[in-house]
């Protein structure tokens, strides 16, 4: 097999690494989510670029010094709700479709001394048809920019300044919110230096993109901000985060918020078991509230040789802090600032607040393209002072005096195809049965949601 980049490798060889690769069902089939991370200098050699249709587009000569990087995502996805919200929501059956394309074009010029430069574009056409009561912003943003940035790097030193996607590890806290129509961007700048071996330090200050109903009305966020350093080490990562809200509501309270959080995630494999242990700390105050948060993220899986297919199983347990005590000065509501768009799996009403899950899952390749997961998930309150909230942080369920803890059961099945390197099919299914908590505050019958994809990317 010839020796392309990781990322071209991934694209065409999808019933080998691809298939045992364990992904979550929101992360693209193939390639990366923000693209400007791949590298395809490789291709600079003219008879790899023969190998597969897509070289010529993935490498285009410009000169001695200056190449050009261009790719698509198109991708139409259907979801189809029953009693979403367990009833509560404004539109609680509701199907719509999802359509989006995202190209790009990606310019690198070298030069002699070392210097290289590099311009960066990515434009996104997103529409939604169906959404009751009304499409968000998050459904579409009709035409508008998702990144463009410049990018300055002198051996291991780089400096970007644009818009521009961000991930961070597992996108706990920081993400690219792939999943939803309308992925999420930053406008600030970045710098790196990497330290080879797998080593690097990240230092940021960002603001996130708000995206408008229109066309070319994408803005800059003047009441959020995002500035931090991560550094990456191997099978460790140890960051900073720092947060600004003018806007924040906690508890019925709205005002400043003012957020720090420290984390430290470990991560690796060993034989047949892969681990990733994150924890974080948050300190800070939102108006007159101190902030005293916290959250510990577990998934420990091993790939089971000895059955049929080797399977992977995976349990994943995560605990995160709630505002215990009312009216004490101190707020307790773990805030996962920019977290990715579909968190707990395909159907995620619930967000990472207030919440103890547990969650079993087992997935495999079936051959020929084909990929199977099956999950369940357990969700409780962590503090019954405190509501339940979806993933952007929104309260959706008041405590209502209910003490309560067990929010309810989740079972999620998916099937995929990678049907070419360049288009993936799927299909899942998802039910939601309320616990105690939600019967005792509102509307109450099962969610069920039936999801259908097709991706293509180049």
């Not at 993109?209 to 990562?237: E, I, K, N």
Request: charged fraction near 20%; glycine fraction near 10%; charge should be neutral.
């Amino acid at each position: 097999m010839p020796k392309y980049r990781a990322c071209l490798l991934l694209s065409l060889c999808a019933s080998g690494p691809l298939a045992a690769q364990t992904t979550e069902a929101w992360q693209a089939p193939t390639l990366s989510i923000p693209r400007y991370d791949e590298d395809w200098s490789d291709l600079a050699d003219a008879e790899k670029r023969r190998r597969h249709w897509t070289g010529p587009f993935k490498y285009i000569p410009l000169g001695p010094d200056a190449w050009l990087s261009t790719g698509v995502e198109v991708r139409v996805r259907n979801e189809n709700y029953a009693d979403n919200l367990w009833g509560g929501a404004e539109a609680p059956d509701d199907s719509y479709v999802w359509a989006r394309a995202m190209p790009y074009a990606d310019l690198h010029v070298g030069a002699a001394d070392g210097v290289h430069v590099r311009a960066f574009a990515q434009p996104i056409i997103s529409y939604a048809m169906g959404v009751a009561p009304s499409a968000s912003p998050i459904d579409q943003s009709r035409v508008d920019m998702l990144q463009g940035f410049a990018e300055v790097a002198v051996g291991p030193v780089m400096l970007r300044g644009g818009r521009q996607m961000l991930s961070l590890g597992t996108e706990r806290l920081v993400g690219t919110r792939y999943g939803p129509n309308m992925p999420l961007a930053f406008d600030g700048v970045r710098g790196s230096l990497s330290l080879g071996k797998g080593r690097a330090i990240d230092l940021f200050l960002l603001n996130p993109v708000q995206a408008g109903p229109d066309s070319f009305d994408d803005r800059t966020s003047d009441t959020r901000r995002l500035w931090g350093a991560y550094a990456t080490l191997p099978q460790f990562d140890l960051y900073y985060l720092g947060y600004r809200n003018r806007a924040a509501r906690f508890g019925g309270r709205i005002g400043r918020e003012v957020r720090h959080s420290i984390g430290l995630r470990f991560h690796g494999a060993r034989d047949q078991w892969h681990w990733n242990v994150e924890a974080v700390g948050q300190f800070g105050h939102h108006e007159e509230q101190r902030i005293a948060a916290w959250t510990l993220g577990t998934e420990v899986g091993r790939t089971l040789d000895a059955l049929p297919l080797s399977p992977d199983a995976t349990l994943r347990f995560n605990i995160v802090s709630g505002d215990r005590h009312r009216g004490d000065g101190t707020l307790g509501t773990f805030n996962a600032l920019f977290p990715k768009g579909k968190y707990f799996g395909e159907l995620s009403p619930v967000g990472p607040t207030n919440i103890i899950s547990v969650n079993p899952r087992i997935s495999a390749p079936l051959g020929n393209g084909f990929s199977a997961s099956i999950a369940a998930m357990a969700y409780w309150r962590y503090a019954w002072n405190d509501g339940l909230y979806d993933i952007p942080g929104n309260l959706i369920r008041a405590a209502d005096h209910s003490r309560a803890r067990f929010i309810g059961k989740e079972a999620e099945a998916t099937l995929a195809w990678q049907a070419t390197p360049e288009l993936e099919l799927s299909t899942s299914l998802s039910l939601f049965a309320p616990g105690a908590f939600i019967r005792q505050t509102g509307p109450a019958k099962t969610i069920a949601m039936t999801g259908f994809e097709a991706n293509f990317r180049f």
